[in-house]
């Protein structure tokens, strides 16, 4: 080819980088748009948790007043109990048993030395413990637990 035939940008390298960017927006947004469809889509079908049922509370009465097994020295318990469930139809069956209930919790409290009741990790430990006799007896009765928490509502040591 001769020079006069060349036009004056045929040494310049053809300037195709708008195209790249413009392709490289356009895929962007079409990954983020159908990221968010599909994301969207698995929110709306994940299922709705129900909120929970309101706590209905039953003071196990009267205060529970146990000598402590340390042999050393008379040592006391006294610990007021509270129970706590969600279902209304529960309230009967601990009405119906609370002498059994009664019962195992003195057993499970006066079996305690005063020196493992001192800190709080003593006394959740005591509270697990109390609450899985508590639904022992109910799962025996009705087929389930029927009580979720435990509580203690005063705790004193002598």
């Known amino acids: 080819m001769s020079e006069a035939n060349k036009t004056p940008n045929a040494d310049k390298p053809k300037r195709r980088w708008p195209l790249f960017l413009a392709l490289a927006v356009a895929l962007a947004g079409a990954g983020g748009g159908g990221a968010w469809w599909w994301f969207g889509r698995a929110q709306a079908e994940a299922p709705k948790r129900a909120a929970p049922k309101p706590a209905i509370y039953h003071a196990l009465e009267p205060t529970f007043v146990v000598n402590l097994a340390d042999p050393d020295a008379p040592r006391y318990l006294q610990v ?8 209304p139809e529960v309230q009967p069956v601990i009405d119906l048993h609370t002498p059994r209930i009664r019962n195992r919790l003195l057993l499970l409290f006066s079996q305690q030395y005063s020196t493992n009741l001192r800190t709080r990790a003593d006394k959740e430990r005591l509270q697990r413990e109390a609450l899985a006799e508590v639904q022992a007896i109910l799962k025996a009765e009705t087929g389930k637990p029927g009580v979720e928490a435990l509580y203690f509502t005063s705790f004193v040591t002598q």
């Open 80 to 87: 007021e109990v509270q129970l706590m469930t969600r279902d």
